[in-house]
């Protein structure tokens, strides 16, 4: 039997150690993260790249690990980007230290407090002025108090005389009230983008924003980074049969992303679960699009939150004939009961990536998570060089 491969998507071999490992500055040790900054698979901790119970762990993308000119300059004169600084909410600590890590820098100081009724308070514990800022801040729950904190953090920085500040948002709360639905709702997705951009944003660097039209609610540029090339990379190292495959889209709204996400995958198969939604968070599951019978269906979505939807619809697969169900998101909201409905039998994997933090309490035995640091440091330094020569071009990493 054919096994999976990746259509337009270079591939890491995780058997083989890389060509090229670049070296970092003299005071980066990135060697010795904490354990709470290293992927992890099935809920235990693992160093991407290294062996673990005989087997080779989930590797990065080979793009984020092919050896340029551009980048051996960077590492070989560490005062090269003095005007590129990178601070850390207290949203995802641990993911900030690894993009920082990946980028050989340091993160910068910057102190954030709350006060005994809960204003937030935040001074840079550094100078910034004329310096390229990013912002590194998830507004994930507590989404209210993460949001704050983004917008003090960028008006400290715009107060402090930075040149240029950059959200980078890996998940960006609110997405979903993007349009009217009914009548006298709120588009909260446009009140976030103008707060970010009214705070004094000059640009926000988003990951798997829960729709495409979310980038023009901001009236600034957006560079809009895609999880799926992590995904896509860790489930071809899995060498399922490519007769085996199909993709599944889990409601009628993620038929497009599925079926890139198909394309990509030897260009399987597309099935789609029909539901009907009777109110926020509540979803049923009505019918099913496409042949799932004796195969391995793969459910791709932006989001898994309380996970009724994918639930239902892993549910309705089995009953279809499916031989194993794995379920691919890029944001791990994870709102009660979503453990329970993901590790009660349905799934083989599910597999998330670190945009969002998931606590050690939330791990269950089929839960894999990668991290997409590798990604937004890569691309943060292409937004910093202005995309310089010596990279491949921004359709490689999925950038809008």
């Not at 489930?235 to 085996?244: F, G, H, R, V």
Request: aromatic residues 6%; neutral net charge; proline residues 6%.
């Amino acid at each position: 039997m054919a096994s999976l491969a990746l259509s337009g998507t270079s591939l890491f071999n995780p058997h083989k150690t890389p060509h090229y490992t670049p070296k970092t500055p003299s005071s980066i040790r990135c060697d010795k993260l904490p354990e709470s900054v290293r992927c992890r698979e099935n809920g235990k901790p693992v160093t991407v790249g290294r062996e673990y119970n005989g087997q080779s762990s989930p590797s990065f993308p080979s793009f984020l690990t092919t050896p340029n000119r551009l980048l051996l300059d960077r590492f070989s004169d560490p005062k090269a980007d003095t005007r590129l600084r990178i601070f850390s909410g207290t949203a995802n600590p641990s993911l900030s230290q690894e993009i920082a890590c990946y980028m050989g820098l340091e993160l910068g100081k910057i102190k954030i407090k709350r006060f005994a009724d809960g204003e937030i308070y935040v001074q840079l514990q550094e100078s910034v002025r004329g310096c390229d800022v990013y912002l590194v801040q998830p507004t994930c729950p507590p989404a209210n108090e993460n949001l704050m904190e983004l917008l003090i953090m960028i008006d400290a920085c715009r107060r402090a005389s930075a040149k240029n500040i950059t959200a980078v948002i890996p998940y960006f709360g609110y997405a979903r009230a993007d349009r009217k639905t009914q009548g006298r709702e709120s588009i909260a997705a446009k009140l976030v983008a103008n707060l970010i951009t009214e705070a004094g944003a000059d640009r926000v660097l988003a990951c798997d924003l829960h729709s495409g039209q979310s980038m023009g609610y901001f009236d600034i540029p957006v560079d809009h980074v895609h999880g799926q090339p992590v995904i896509l990379d860790y489930l071809a190292s899995k060498t399922i049969s490519s007769d085996d495959l199909v993709v599944v889209s889990p409601d009628v709204g993620g038929v497009a992303r599925a079926r890139a996400f198909a394309k990509k995958l030897s260009d399987a198969p597309l099935a789609i679960v029909d539901k009907r939604r009777h109110g926020h968070n509540v979803a049923e599951v009505m019918n099913l699009i496409g042949e799932v019978r004796g195969k391995v269906a793969v459910m791709v979505d932006d989001m898994i939150d309380t996970a009724g939807t994918i639930a239902k619809g892993a549910a309705l697969l089995h009953q279809e004939g499916a031989r194993e169900v794995y379920a691919c998101t890029t944001h791990a909201v994870f709102s009660p009961p979503a453990i329970e409905r993901l590790s009660s039998g349905l799934f083989q994997e599910v597999i998330v990536t670190n945009t969002i933090p998931v606590a050690e309490h939330n791990y269950f035995p089929q839960l894999t998570i990668l991290s997409v640091a590798n990604l937004l440091g890569e691309t943060i330094w292409r937004v910093h060089d202005d995309c310089a020569g010596g990279f491949e071009p921004y359709s490689s990493l999925g950038i809008d």
